[in-house]
């Protein structure tokens, strides 16, 4: 499986942006797909999840924010970021799982929230 993530930049707070993840190779091995991210100095957190039944799971200080979704078509997984904030800059990298397993990840795509 390989995964393509795009869509990082740069965003002044309060702005918006979409990241796009599209997954090739052997996809049919994919149970969910999310996004994580990491912060200079920081350890890597969760943003969303979902699974290939559309269940949805958050970060606690991305909820209402930030919206998961998939296009099971393409095999691609969006993060539309909404409000965003300064202490949401980070590299932001999509990944997939077999049954929990998180074994494939895209590289990374900066995102930068200016004040």
Same mark, same amino acid.
């Given at each position: ?6 869509g =990082? $930049?740069?965003?002044?707070? /309060?702005? *918006? ?6 997954? &090739? ?5 994919? +149970? ?14 969760l ?5 290939? =039944? $559309?269940?949805?799971?958050? /970060?606690? *200080? ?6 998961? &979704? ?5 095999? +691609? ?36 929230? &200016?004040?």
């Open positions: 499986v390989q995964l393509q993530a795009s =990082g $930049g740069l965003v002044q707070a /309060g702005g *918006s942006l979409r990241l796009s993840c599209a997954a &090739s190779g052997s996809v049919e091995v994919i +149970t969910a797909m999310a996004w994580h991210r990491q912060a200079p100095g920081n350890e890597r957190e943003v969303a999840s979902i699974t290939t =039944g $559309g269940a949805t799971n958050y /970060g606690r *200080s991305m909820k209402g924010r930030f919206t998961i &979704s998939r296009d099971n078509a393409k095999n +691609t997984v969006y993060l539309q970021m909404n409000s965003l904030k300064p202490e949401d800059t980070g590299v932001y990298y999509c990944g997939a799982s077999n049954e929990g397993w998180w074994g494939y990840w895209g590289q990374g795509t900066q995102v930068t929230v &200016s004040s």
